[in-house]
């Protein structure tokens, strides 16, 4: 028997538990008044027994692996005793079952402590990401000078594996990786930012409701296209279309251009600030908007001295996300923009980014532990450094503007 048929059967000693408890729970509330809903007791009997056999089966898995070697004998054991511990939680809470009883404060404890523990663990995976990028990050800078790398204007990660080996140079400045990582994510917010923003102004304050029920679906259906969908559409229709519009005005643009990558990156994203602007601007008190609209104000005034600075933090939000899902796109970024890492502000050229870098480092057959594929973990640490930096401002915005609103 294998664990997931005894996770099955514990399932189904659940469902049996919880009926079983809550009929109980119904027979003697004919009697006398409970002190909790029936539903209650019967959640609280399945709950309590099932995570007393998961737990213990969790604590025998992971003494297992480190002491026994022998694991089929032991695993029948296993099956055997978390059967008979479920069983017996289960008559114990069945047992507690009474008028006075109360279930709804122990199933409301259990369900606030897996809650925190949800939380607790949510946080301790992100530290734990935080310190193994740390660790790797700090293998390489005891390698590779961070001077070098957070000035050097020059990336070329091939190091050479023998002196007079051409082509490898072993260059880690990254200043390249993000003036294109953040050339690509301006361009595609001057599409997304504007346009969303106009959207989400127009479906919830302008259109009627049968054209909102068709627009709305159709804009956040952009949401759910694949990203390598976005970038044969501007490997194959938005780069050639801008690069012969070009030359028709003597403008050479290549044929993988930051242009191209961000407009068709724009477009990916607009549905993150229309939907989230849009939910934000229809949560705003609609007696805020007849207020406004009844000392005297056009419909376009309490749009922008009411109902923006209302939700102005909702559309901050918004464009913090926007510009996160920007700052890690690398499907597009590839096909449309290439991996040459030039450092320019020209729009025309081709650069890269420091998520198609991280891949590029981590693919193909490479040692673990060489500067070539740690930078990928430094790339990381200030690509996550920089994540909070732009968090903090929003934050300081919000904060700011909040004070003055209220």
Known sequence: ???????????????????????????????????????????????????????FIISWLIIEKNFYTDLESF???????????????????????????????????????????????????????????IFESNKFFGVISITEFLFGTHWSPQMPI???????????????????????AFISMCIAGPIGLMSAIYLSEYASKKTRSIVKPLTEILAGI????????????????????????????ASESALAAGLVMGIMIIPFVSSISDDVINSVPQN?????????????????????????????????????RAIGETMIVVMAAGMSANLTANPFEAVTTVTVQIVVLLVGDQEFDSPKTLAAFALGLVLFIITLILNYIALHVVRKYREQYE
């Open 162 to 184: 023998r002196e007079d080996q051409a082509g490898s140079s072993g260059a880690f400045g990254a200043v390249p990786l993000f003036a294109g990582t953040f050339l690509i």
């Open 226 to 253: 694949p990203t390598v969908v976005y970038g044969f559409f501007a490997v194959v229709v938005v780069a050639p279309f801008i690069r012969n519009t070009g030359s028709n005005f003597g403008i050479e643009i």
């Open 75 to 133: 695993r029948n054991i296993l099956y055997i005793i978390s059967i008979i511990i479920f069983l017996t939680v289960s008559l114990l809470t069945f047992k507690k079952i009474k008028h006075d009883f109360q279930a709804r404060d122990n199933l409301e404890k259990i369900i606030q402590y897996f809650l925190l523990v949800c939380s607790l663990l949510a946080i301790l995976v992100t530290i734990g990401i935080f310190l193994s990028v």
């Open 288 to 324: 805020l908007k007849n207020g406004s609209l009844g000392v005297g104000a056009t419909k376009s005034e309490t749009i922008k001295k009411v109902i923006i600075p209302a939700a102005l933090p909702g559309i901050i939000g918004g464009l913090l996300l926007a510009v996160s």
């Open 1 to 55: 028997m294998s664990i997931t048929s005894i996770l099955l059967i514990i399932g189904l000693f659940s469902i049996s538990g919880y009926y079983a408890g809550l009929k109980k729970s119904l027979v003697l509330r004919e009697n006398k008044k409970f002190h909790s809903a029936p539903i209650y007791h019967g959640a609280l009997l399945a709950i309590n027994s099932s995570l007393s056999s998961i737990f």
